[in-house]
T-cell receptor, first 112, second 113 residues
Framework: SQQGEEDPQALSIQEGENATMNCSYK?????LQWYRQNSGRGLVHLIL?????REKHSGRLRVTLDTSKKSSSLLITASRAADTASYFC????????????FGAGTRLFVKA | SQTIHQWPATLVQPVGSPLSLECTVE??????LYWYRQAAGRGLQLLFY??????ISSEVPQNLSASRPQDRQFILSSKKLLLSDSGFYLC????????????FGNGTRLTVT
């Protein structure tokens, strides 16, 4: 079953603009992760935020987590054409053991 | 540093043929190992995970099986492929329990004809 749901499904922006992607999940979690996937490739881990954290930064990435609303957002600032990819949120549920469950992803297209 | 190898990169197999996809991890011990499948333009579906040699948990009852004959080797198999087995198969590893992210291989594109 799918734990995370990303919104929007697809996003097209101009280079230099900010991109915001949202993720909602259903059960209590230990942590939430964001991954990036270039077409036809494996996923690359971007950032992990624990359930007791509210915000985390890594370079041009900013992730927020609201456990009361069971939601997270990923903000990419000053986007570049090279940011074009699919972005997935994934969760480790409290009762999920060793399973990491992924959402359907947001496809981001950054126009040069 | 740790690396993960997954092969083959692409595979075209007829319906009813067997399947064996292999994944190995280097540079770490006792990793958690995972097989995911991704349909075109979709998210990842967890198929199997393993926390140790010979320990396999299946998430989706289907035509596939997994084995872990060695600590850092994870194999995905099928005795008879179905058309619905087509997809992008990804192997991944992690450490601990909820303390580290997943690290993925480059995937195998399987087309069943």
């Amino acid at each position: 079953s799918q734990q995370g749901e990303e919104d929007p499904q697809a996003l097209s922006i101009q280079e230099g603009e900010n991109a915001t992607m949202n993720c909602s999940y259903k059960t209590s979690i230990n942590n939430l992760q964001w991954y990036r996937q270039n077409s036809g490739r494996g996923l690359v881990h971007l950032i992990l935020i624990r359930s007791n954290e509210r915000e985390k930064h890594s370079g041009r990435l900013r992730v927020t987590l609201d456990t009361s609303k069971k939601s997270s957002s990923l903000l990419i600032t000053a986007s570049r054409a090279a940011d074009t990819a699919s972005y997935f949120c994934a969760t480790d549920a409290v009762t999920g053991g060793f399973k990491t469950i992924f959402g359907a992803g947001t496809r981001l297209f950054v126009k040069a | 540093s740790q690396t993960i190898h997954q092969w083959p990169a692409t595979l075209v197999q007829p319906v009813g043929s067997p399947l064996s996809l292999e994944c190995t991890v280097e540079g770490t011990s006792n990793p958690n190992l995972y097989w995911y499948r991704q349909a075109a333009g979709r998210g990842l579906q967890l198929l199997f995970y393993s926390v140790g040699i010979g320990q396999i948990s299946s998430e989706v009852p289907q035509n596939l099986s997994a084995s872990r004959p060695q600590d850092r080797q994870f194999i995905l198999s099928s005795k008879k492929l179905l058309l619905s087995d087509s997809g992008f198969y990804l192997c991944a590893w992690s450490l601990g329990r909820g303390r580290s992210p997943l690290h993925f291989g480059n995937g195998t594109r399987l087309t069943v004809t």
